[in-house]
């Protein structure tokens, strides 16, 4: 049994069936690449991962507990971080800062910025955050404010405030989205570098090849909502119902 199960998962938007029976199982410190073709149901199912959407049927299990119907700070004590398509930051607030938001709230399960006023003065946590810039390479940019950074490096930033909530299962959804070809190898070797230091499991949405061929080690293809095949990426390459669902045309 993996760390995430989804199992007999449903759901349709009107008369649009966008996930069919849709069964899933992560292993535990894996790379699982959920790929397809425009329209295949994968922002769908990425919704049902996190409870943001409920299924019509199915069941979608974490670490053996369902996030079905829970809030984002309940996924969050979980165990499960979320990086979106579009970086999630605080543009008003310094690099450091922005870090440190996570750091508060993991300990005091909550945020307020009364309180987080005085959050810089608690060294263990300062040392935390400051670490994990030093981890992900921005330690120079700390005083920065968020909102002046490259999109790669707010990218990266998004990744730091989720890994410094700690989680053991960290859902990227187009990481790489709307970046220069450097960045995106950039992308590459920082997610291989936190993959070798940290027990996480990650799942990962992306419609870059080189991406999902350079860091997954199980890819589950998606079309028209349900799965067409899972298998290592060795195995997918030159699948022919892969390239049918993605040229439209059997190979």
Same mark, same amino acid.
């Given at each position: 049994?993996?760390?995430?199960?989804?199992?007999?998962?449903?759901?349709?938007?009107?008369?649009?069936?966008?996930?069919?029976?849709?069964?899933?199982?992560?292993?535990?410190?894996?790379?699982?690449?959920?790929?397809?073709?425009?329209?295949?149901?994968?922002?769908?199912?990425?919704?049902?991962?996190?409870?943001?959407?409920?299924?019509?049927?199915?069941?979608?299990?974490?670490?053996?507990?369902?996030?079905?119907?829970?809030?984002?700070?309940?996924?969050?004590?979980?165990?499960?971080?979320?990086?979106?398509?579009?970086?999630?930051?605080?543009?008003?607030?310094?690099? #450091?800062?922005?870090?440190?938001?996570?750091?508060?709230?993991?300990?005091?399960?909550?945020?307020?910025?009364?309180?987080?006023?005085?959050?810089?003065?608690?060294?263990?946590?300062?040392?935390?955050?400051?670490?994990?810039?030093?981890?992900?390479?921005?330690?120079?940019?700390?005083?920065?404010?968020?909102?002046?950074?490259?999109?790669?490096?707010?990218?990266?930033?998004?990744?730091?405030?989720?890994?410094?909530?700690?989680?053991?299962?960290?859902? #990227?959804?187009?990481?790489?989205?709307?970046?220069?070809?450097?960045?995106?190898?950039?992308?590459?070797?920082?997610?291989?570098?936190?993959?070798?230091?940290?027990?996480?499991?990650?799942?990962?949405?992306?419609?870059?090849?080189?991406?999902?061929?350079?860091?997954?080690?199980?890819?589950?293809?998606?079309?028209?909502?349900?799965?067409?095949?899972?298998?290592?990426?060795?195995?997918?390459?030159?699948?022919?119902?892969?390239?049918?669902?993605?040229?439209?045309?059997?190979?």
């Amino acid at each position: 049994m993996g760390i995430l199960e989804v199992k007999g998962v449903n759901k349709r938007f009107g008369g649009l069936q966008a996930l069919g029976d849709v069964n899933l199982s992560v292993t535990e410190n894996s790379v699982h690449a959920i790929i397809g073709p425009n329209g295949a149901g994968k922002s769908t199912l990425l919704n049902c991962l996190v409870g943001k959407l409920i299924p019509d049927t199915g069941s979608v299990m974490f670490n053996g507990q369902s996030v079905l119907g829970r809030k984002p700070h309940e996924i969050n004590q979980m165990g499960i971080s979320r990086v979106f398509q579009t970086p999630e930051i605080f543009g008003d607030l310094t690099v #450091l800062e922005n870090v440190l938001i996570p750091c508060f709230a993991r300990r005091d399960g909550a945020f307020s910025m009364h309180a987080f006023e005085t959050v810089g003065q608690e060294r263990d946590m300062l040392d935390e955050a400051m670490q994990m810039l030093e981890d992900m390479n921005m330690a120079d940019k700390r005083d920065m404010h968020a909102a002046s950074m490259s999109r790669g490096d707010k990218r990266r930033l998004e990744m730091a405030m989720c890994l410094v909530q700690q989680p053991r299962l960290l859902l #990227l959804d187009e990481p790489t989205a709307g970046m220069s070809r450097a960045d995106t190898n950039n992308t590459i070797e920082l997610l291989k570098q936190i993959k070798g230091k940290r027990d996480i499991t990650m799942a990962i949405i992306e419609h870059d090849m080189h991406v999902v061929f350079s860091l997954a080690d199980r890819i589950t293809v998606l079309a028209q909502g349900s799965p067409l095949v899972e298998d290592t990426p060795e195995n997918i390459k030159g699948h022919p119902k892969v390239r049918e669902a993605y040229l439209g045309e059997s190979a």
